[in-house]
């Protein structure tokens, strides 16, 4: 296992912030013509994070289950057991779940009455459950661990696919479902905008490097690119500014258990410890949703963890934005929730620890004090 902490270049942070982006171009997804790339905004004052070591409430670290080869849609036969895979999001678990949990559906070949049993509870688990139960199809969840404690309540949540997989490593059919997965997401993202699922639009900016649109560039409004005289955050960049989606994991996921539950879905607490452990089921149709569980209970040695480590402030409700920046240090981003405000981050692949690391938490720390301290006043 490489424990080697990996330094983002420019080119690294490309491939994290939308390795498809550069295909998305070429596929006849909707573009921003040149003029509207152009349309800068005049300078408006931003609030200051209050950073600082003593405001933090609990630093918290998830494992992102990444393949080079992107999320796995595929069908294989367990004897008498016909597995629907679903499964290896790497950092766009969120973002991506109901786009690829519609498309791993579309290849359950059954009549829809037929019960279908799910492996797993974190988003992409329940996202699929929900759908299945919304055609009529009965569904019992088979899980480790229930919300909040899964993967995808710690992470940071921003709508934007990211580090989903190797550009090198993938072919256009699977960049057609990305693109497919991530509309189809998205779209249904803005029909959960509001209080109770903990979803809201943020405008967010994108300092060192360009952003790359993951997923077609009609998914992020409101583009502008900022120079020196209109950018908030003084010498340190000129910036891309777009809106996205952010969702608050602790409300998000609370919300899609209840409707998991009100839809008539079924939960059994069952850790699966091998494939034999799944023939004992009752379901002839099994989707497995246990992200980076599948490199041993499936035995995709592709997987790969990501260790993301996040460090979280107290609550600042003026704060109405958030960021990316790219540093000689590694990445930095910001984003505001109700629950606090979120600071990273760190991507640091092959490395499987749950520890938070007091070196990228002073990294943290500091590079994101340096950028509020130099916003214009």
């Known amino acids: 296992m490489d424990t080697t902490k990996h330094v983002d270049s420019r080119r690294g942070f490309i491939k994290k912030l939308g390795a498809a982006g550069l295909y998305a171009s070429t596929l006849g997804l909707p573009t921003l013509s040149s003029a509207f790339e152009k349309n800068q905004s005049s300078y408006s004052r931003l609030n200051p994070v209050k950073v600082s070591r003593d405001r933090i409430i609990r630093q918290v670290v998830g494992l992102r289950p990444y393949r080079p080869a992107g999320f796995n849609l595929s069908v294989e036969q367990l004897e008498n057991k016909t597995i629907v895979h679903n499964y290896g999001h790497g950092g766009g678990g969120i973002s991506l779940s109901w786009g690829t949990a519609s498309l791993a559906i579309d290849q359950i ?13 974190g988003v992409v688990g329940l996202s699929s459950a929900i759908l299945l139960l919304k055609r009529g199809t009965p569904v019992t ?7 909040p404690n899964t993967t995808s309540n710690v992470a940071a949540a921003f709508w934007a696919p990211v580090s989903v997989y190797d550009p090198g490593q993938v072919n256009e059919p699977f ?8 509309q189809i997401s998205q779209r249904m993202f803005q029909d959960l905008v509001g209080d109770r699922y903990g979803v809201w639009w943020i405008k967010t900016f994108f300092m060192q490097a360009p952003f790359d649109f993951p997923g077609g560039k009609n998914l992020y409004p409101d583009y502008k690119k900022h120079n020196t005289d209109s950018s908030p955050f003084g010498h340190i960049s000129d910036p891309e500014q777009l809106h996205s989606l952010m969702i608050e994991p602790p409300i998000y996921m609370k919300a899609l258990l209840d409707d998991f539950f009100q839809l008539g879905g079924k939960l059994v607490v069952k850790k699966m410890h091998q494939p034999s452990d799944i023939l004992e089921l009752n379901e002839h149709t099994i989707m497995n949703c246990t992200g980076l569980g599948s490199q041993k209970l499936f035995g995709d040695k592709t997987l790969t963890p990501v260790k993301g480590q996040l460090s979280i402030l107290l609550p600042q409700p003026e704060i109405k934005y958030g960021y990316v920046n790219l540093t000689p240090g590694g990445l930095l981003y910001m ?8 600071l990273g981050g760190t991507s640091e692949k092959g490395v499987a620890s749950l520890n938070a690391d007091t070196q990228e938490t002073e990294r943290i720390i500091k590079g994101h004090q340096y950028i509020s301290q130099n916003l214009k006043g």
């Open 335 to 342: 984003f505001p929730r109700k629950d606090g405000i979120i």
């Open 175 to 182: 960049v057609n479902s990305f693109n497919q997965a991530s």
């Open 109 to 121: 070949k059954q009549p829809e009455y037929t019960p279908v049993g799910v492996l797993g509870a």
């Open 141 to 147: 969840i088979y899980t480790e661990n229930l919300p």
